[in-house]
Every structure is written in C-alpha cells, then in structure tokens.
C-alpha cells in the first residue's frame, strides 16, 4: 500500500548516509519514526532488529507474518518480536511491498546459487558479523543474527508457491518508514550483492533518517 509520510526531512535528526556494503547499527527510542531511503532505486536494505533493553527478543518472521496474514510488508504492517509483541510499525511506504522471506545473502548462499568462485565475495551475513564484533557495547553475538528484512527487495511467490529474486520494484527516491513501539536496535546491511537483479547488479548507496 503505497502512503506517503508528512515528516519533514530537515527536521530529521540524524541523517546518515550507507554505502553499498556498509552496515549501521544504531539505537532508537521508543516513539521515534525511522526512514529508510533508497536514494538511487533497486536496492536492498537487510535489516534486523532488537529490543534495545534484552536483545534475546528481536524481529521474527514467522510471528508477523502470522500477525497479519501476508507475506509482504507494507504500509500498515506491524513488525512482531519472537515474543509475539509488536516492535515497529510501518507508517509510511512509497515503495509498495517489502520482503522478509527471501533471507539475506551470505557467503554460502552465493555458492549455491551462482557459482563456487563467488565464495570470497562480500555478502548482508558478514556485515552483520562485523557490526557485531566491532560493537560489543550491545551486548549482540553472531547467534543473534537471525531472520531479517529486506527493504526495497522483491521476492514475488510464483503460483507454485516458491520464490523468485526478480527485478526491483523501488526507484530513486522510495521510501519506507517506520514508528518504534519499544526502544529499539537497528541492524541494517546495506546489501553489496552482484548476482541478481534486486539490486540492479549495482549496489547503491541508502539513507537513513530518524525523527
Ligand atoms: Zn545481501
């Protein structure tokens, strides 16, 4: 459901720029409204998320998809924690769809899906891994990294009921934005995937704004 937001961008206060193959990791409060940008269209934001205060409960799948009988996340959607309780809600969304089935990429998915000599490539996993090392003050390990969402990726089900990586259908400038509903840790790896279409094959830069 596209909504648009009437937040304005330069009453935001932070306002960071990611590059492809970059990572952020930051802390929201609860009531704050997060923004994620796709500045240049086509690309993937793999996100994670926490609750702030006992990181053992954290964004799940399964919970909110259930929560809201679809596959897709758009506007309207309530992001739910693996204790069944609402996290975020999304509040606004000029993308349209958003997919949290298609997991992200990691080394050994890569050579699964396209070749053995794509192993060394950068993947959504290892930026994790390496926020994760770099930031011991959150108290997250690499068990903690789980389920995600990917913002600006489509993954449409066919009729058969399987999945296909398909071209995107965010453009420059789409937006998705979220409310926190508890204090909240944002783990987002900009993707830097060259292998399929969700990106363009071109890893572009996203941004991040929070009110
Ligand atoms: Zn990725």
């Known amino acids: 459901m596209i909504k648009e937001s009437l937040l304005n961008p330069a009453e935001a206060h932070v306002q960071q720029q990611i590059g492809a193959g970059d990572y952020w990791l930051h802390r929201i409060e609860k009531g704050q409204t997060l923004r994620i940008t796709d500045l240049e269209g086509n690309q993937a934001a793999d996100t994670l998320f926490f609750n702030a205060d006992d990181t053992a409960e954290r964004y799940s799948m399964s919970d909110t998809l259930r929560g809201q009988h679809n596959v897709f996340l758009t506007a309207g959607s309530v992001l739910r924690s693996n204790d069944d309780r609402p996290m975020l809600?999304?509040?606004?969304?000029?993308?349209?769809?958003?997919?949290?089935?298609?997991?992200?990429?990691?080394?050994?998915?890569?050579t699964v899906?396209?070749?053995?000599?794509?192993?060394?490539?950068?993947?959504?996993?290892?930026?994790?891994?390496?926020?994760?090392?770099?930031?011991?003050?959150?108290?997250?390990?690499?068990?903690?990294?789980?389920?995600?969402?990917?913002?600006?990726?489509?993954?449409?089900?066919?009729?058969?009921?399987?999945?296909?990586?398909?071209?995107?259908?965010?453009?420059?400038?789409?937006?998705?934005?979220?409310?926190?509903?508890?204090?909240?840790?944002?783990?987002?790896?900009?993707?830097?995937?060259?292998?399929?279409?969700?990106?363009?094959?071109?890893?572009?830069?996203?941004?991040?704004?929070?009110?």
């Open 113 to 211: 899906r396209y070749d053995l000599e794509k192993r060394h490539m950068h993947a959504c996993r290892d930026s994790w891994m390496l926020a994760v090392a770099e930031h011991p003050e959150y108290g997250l390990t690499r068990r903690d990294i789980t389920h995600n969402i990917n913002f600006f990726m489509n993954v449409p089900v066919t009729h058969e009921g399987g999945l296909t990586f398909a071209d995107g259908i965010s453009a420059p400038g789409k937006y998705v934005e979220l409310v926190a509903q508890m204090n909240i840790l944002v783990l987002i790896s900009n993707c830097p995937q060259l292998n399929n279409p969700c990106n363009g094959y071109n890893p572009t830069p996203i941004l991040v704004s929070v009110w």
């Open 89 to 110: 809600t999304i509040v606004a969304d000029t993308c349209g769809r958003h997919d949290t089935l298609g997991g992200a990429c990691a080394t050994e998915s890569n």
